[in-house]
């Protein structure tokens, strides 16, 4: 009987060791296999893992997110791995395509989502706009831009590191010492906590960049940085095209050279604080003397005090390349095509033919 107990009992240990052993297997397998991506097509997704969340929770949290396969997986891969430094962040996880090993790689170093911010710089804008913008996308207020914008010392500073920047923009009559000096872009940065200053040199960095390319043909030119500028400036808001900007800056160097006024409405606007489309005019406005008002007395030959836009490249090449002709005047339709004469007389004519077929 002992033998033949002894024999049951081989048999069933055995057994149980087949058991184990296929059982091992088996779940072997099927921990590889929940390692794995989740089988899904590939996509995006965040999560944000809060302080003091336990592995127990952060796996919860990732299986009902369909990152990983199986929570109970991912805690033995953490357990068998000793990792204990799941840090807490914003993750950005590629469904399909994360295994586990990616998913706490990335949990265990950190690799949190960067939350930046774009502050775009629209080109023909003004200072006042981008203060609007600044204040919109960031912590700070309008008036903080503005005060840095008066801050003498800080002006000093910028005027000693960029090439382009000299003691004309300290001019006691120019409305924002930085106008016409920030390269229109989209410009990225790492969060809303982000101070003006940091902003302002971030931009005049790319501006440099920028002016650069052009560095030979601005020292080249007869005018001043900030008189090309101020030029491109205005430039720029009246005309559209390239070719256009090109034999729009051609008129206003033939009537600079010819000690006529510009005559453009654009720099009253800027002059006067009006925005374009908001109302009209007045006599009062275009016959009143001010350092920006080309349409005004005593501006006879002489360009705007500085900028009242911030130009785009198209604009500063038009002013270093002007077309040359002999035409003093245009003028422009509603759709922004501009008409070039060479007197009054025409340019009169060619107004009243825009008026007569609804153009203008």
Known sequence: ????????????IVILIIIGIVSFFIL???????LNPVETESRIVQVEITKNMSTDKISKLLEEEKIINNQLSFKIYVKLHKINNLQAGKYEFEIGKDNVEKVVAKLSNGEIVRETIKISFIEGKTLEDYAKTIAEKTNNTEQDVYDLLKDEEYIDSLIEKYWFLTDEIKSEDLYYSLEGYFKPDTYEFENEDVSVKYI?????????KFLNQYKEEIENANLTVHQ??????????????????????????????????????????????????????????????????????????????????????????????????????????????????????EHQKVTQDLKDKGLW
């Open 28 to 34: 072997k397998n099927w921990y590889e296999k929940s």
């Open 228 to 345: 090309i500028l101020a030029l491109a400036s205005v430039v720029e808001l009246e005309g559209k095209t390239d070719e256009d900007r090109s034999g729009i800056a051609g008129v206003f160097f033939n009537r600079i050279n010819a000690k006529m006024s510009l005559g453009s409405d654009v720099t009253t606007y800027y002059a006067f604080h009006v925005k374009m489309g908001d109302s009209d005019l007045t006599k009062k406005q275009i016959n009143t003397y001010n350092p920006y008002n080309t349409r005004g007395p005593n501006m006879e030959g002489k360009l705007p005090v500085g900028p009242i836009s911030n130009p785009s490249e198209s604009a500063i090449k038009a002013v270093l390349n002007p077309q040359e002709s002999d035409n003093y005047y245009f003028v422009s339709d509603k759709t922004g095509k501009a008409y070039f004469t060479k007197n009054y007389a």
């Open 1 to 12: 009987k002992m033998k033949k107990f002894l024999k049951i009992l081989a048999i069933l």
């Open 200 to 208: 302002f040199n971030y931009v005049l960095n790319y501006t440099e």
